[in-house]
Antibody, heavy 119, light 107 residues
Framework: QLQLQESGSGLVKPSQTLSLTCAVS??????????WSWIRQPPGKGLEWIGY???????FYIPSLKSRVTISVDRSKNQFSLRLTSVTAADTAVYYC???????????WGQGTLVTVSS | EIVLTQSPATLSLSRGERATLSCRAS??????LAWYQQKPGQAPRLLIY???NRATGIPARFSGSGSGTDFTLTISSLEPEDFAVYYC?????????FGQGTKVEIK
């Protein structure tokens, strides 16, 4: 059974960089032609899709974050990562990682990790 | 960016009742629409993909329909575990977008 687990700093100061990792277990991150995404959810609000990376390394990001966000894959560690620079309080959210199926749905999700931006 | 509008915001129903949730897209997404269920403190779970296909392990009481701009998620007979928030999401265009969610609560 595929499992995804987010990890990273739960508290980030304003203007600093948020860094999260999603460890994939129960399957290889490079097999099956799957892609990988990050989604976030501010407290008490709805879901916001952040971005996507496919097997060839192609990425797509939500335009509102494009200048600040990077998603990358580390095949040797079977994990992928999210980096968000110059954070503000508006970036406070639960961050989820997810696998993107061959049909482009997000079929496996991590449990989520809360990141709070505060001094 | 494609905007998805879900209605109603909240649906108050009793166990055993039928739930009908709506998702309307600002432009055609063909059949490229998914539905997710989210319970408090949990990650979303994929229910329906391509408008009408149930994901693996999803009970038959969940069904999806629609194409173009108007979509419906139907829960034929609500079970206690079905009270949750439901989101639609399109994969027709980048960026992927979600609706704002419909909360199905116990009446």
């Amino acid at each position: 059974q595929l499992q995804l687990q987010e990890s990273g700093s739960g508290l980030v100061k304003p203007s600093q960089t948020l860094s999260l990792t999603c460890a994939v277990s129960g399957g290889s991150i490079t097999s099956g032609g799957y892609s990988w995404s990050w989604i976030r959810q501010p407290p008490g609000k709805g879901l916001e899709w952040i971005g996507y990376i496919d097997q060839s390394g192609y990425t797509f990001y939500i335009p509102s974050l494009k200048s600040r966000v990077t998603i990358s894959v580390d095949r040797s560690k079977n994990q992928f990562s999210l980096r968000l620079t110059s954070v503000t309080a508006a970036d406070t959210a639960v961050y989820y990682c997810a696998r993107v199926s061959s049909n482009y749905e997000m079929d496996y999700w991590g449990q989520g990790t809360l990141v709070t931006v505060s001094s | 960016e494609i905007v998805l509008t879900q209605s109603p915001a909240t649906l108050s129903l009793s166990r055993g009742e039928r739930a009908t949730l709506s998702c309307r897209a600002s432009e055609s997404v063909y059949s490229h629409l998914a539905w997710y269920q989210q319970k408090p403190g949990q990650a979303p779970r994929l229910l329906i993909y391509d408008a009408s296909n149930r994901a693996t392990g999803i009970p038959a009481r969940f069904s999806g329909s629609g194409s173009g701009t108007d979509f419906t998620l139907t829960i034929s007979s609500l079970e206690p575990e079905d009270f949750a928030v439901y989101y639609c999401q399109q994969r027709r265009n980048w960026p992927r977008t979600f609706g704002q969610g419909t909360k199905v609560e116990i009446k």
